[in-house]
């Protein structure tokens, strides 16, 4: 339910920076009290990523370097959507198959989050794969990926010892495995 008093108005916005990926905003708002101030936003289409899940009760994670962060991380496959509007399912599929090669006779979603909400307006689709097909990993020019198999329940320990802690893994290996706990 949506608390009208707590909107604010965009009165302009200036183009900051466009990039490839990031498309930088500066915003003049109207607050709720009739001042106005300034918000820094960046503008994202929005990604998809899939945590595989194979038939041993092992998933299938990506292994790379992430430049922002400077650190190796460990990943649920994921990637932007292609445009805007493009269909988030097909994204995760897409994606599924250039990091790990595998393809899925079953997907579904497990939710979708915002991620930066104070400064981006980026979703992640989040989804679950099953009944994987191995094929050849076939990752973008610019993407040094490995993935690994790792049991589902260690990757619930990885998250307690910090080893993974990119937030869409962490909330998609949560969400799976507290959906095959309920099966």
Request: charged share 30%; proline share 5%.
């Amino acid at each position: 339910m949506m608390d009208e008093k707590l909107i604010e108005k965009k009165i302009s916005t200036e183009n900051v920076f466009d990039g490839v990926l990031l498309h930088v905003k500066k915003d003049t708002v109207e607050l709720p009290n009739g001042h106005t101030a300034t918000r820094e936003w960046i503008k994202h289409q929005g990604a998809s990523a899939v945590i595989p899940l194979l038939p041993d009760g092992n998933i299938i994670l990506v292994k790379q370097y992430r430049y922002p962060i400077e650190k190796i991380t460990l990943e649920i496959p994921a990637g932007k959507l292609d445009k805007e509007g493009e269909d988030p399912l097909i994204c995760a599929e897409r994606e599924l198959s250039e990091e790990t090669g595998y393809t899925a006779g079953r997907i579904w979603k497990l939710t979708t989050i915002a991620t930066t909400v104070g400064f981006s307006n980026e979703w992640i689709h989040i989804y679950a794969a099953e009944d994987l097909k191995p094929g050849k990993q076939h990752p973008d020019e610019d993407e040094f990926i490995n993935y690994l198999k790792v049991p589902l329940k260690e990757a619930v320990q990885m998250i307690d010892d910090g080893k993974i802690f990119d937030s869409k893994s962490i909330i998609a290996i949560l969400l799976l495995a507290k959906e095959i706990k309920q099966r």
